[in-house]
């Protein structure tokens, strides 16, 4: 119990440092990327914390009835853990909120999806060009057009990373 609260303690300084940074939502789509990377790992943070809070203030219940110095004390940590939690989970969310808006308004994303979307229909573009595939044609245009395929293959397996990241966002 007392190394789940200090533990909790120590997290929501850790948190109220991170949050104390957070002023400006970036205009650069790339950092705007990356708040938003940060913004999510922070979130599973605090719902990996959560059972830990419940934890904590459940256990607490039957110290705090015993009536002693010790219990007052607690209650007094308690109360500040609890008021320090509530306040870190309410700036979250607002700040997920803020990125949110930010990255709907953003242009560079903007323009970034409506890039890799004329990338997308070029590459469409180029695979009709390939069909149909006639069997009987000669062995080396068979395999230039084999390579050509490989090649589309790989430069959209290439984009994924990147795709994933503008829907992660």
């Known amino acids: 119990f007392k190394t789940d609260l200090r533990g909790l303690l120590l997290w929501l300084e850790e948190a109220e440092a991170v949050q104390a940074k957070q002023r400006d939502v970036p205009s650069n789509m790339h950092k705007l990327e990356l708040a938003v990377r ?65 990255l709907i308004q953003c242009q560079d994303f903007h323009e970034t999806v409506q890039d890799l979307l004329l990338w997308l229909e070029e590459k469409g573009a180029e695979i009709r060009a390939l069909e149909p595939v006639n069997f009987s044609a000669p062995i080396t245009v068979l395999h230039n057009k084999a390579q050509r395929f490989k090649a589309i293959k790989d430069e959209l397996e290439g984009a994924h990373p990147r795709i994933t990241s503008l829907q992660d966002t």
């Open 38 to 102: 940060r913004q999510r790992e922070f979130m599973l943070q605090i719902d990996n914390r959560k059972p830990v809070v419940l934890s904590i203030n459940l256990l607490s219940k039957e110290l705090l009835a015993q009536g002693t110095p010790e219990s007052r004390d607690l209650w007094l940590k308690l109360t500040s853990m609890n008021q320090r939690w509530d306040k870190v989970c309410a700036r979250a969310a607002v700040w997920q909120k803020e990125l949110q808006i930010a």
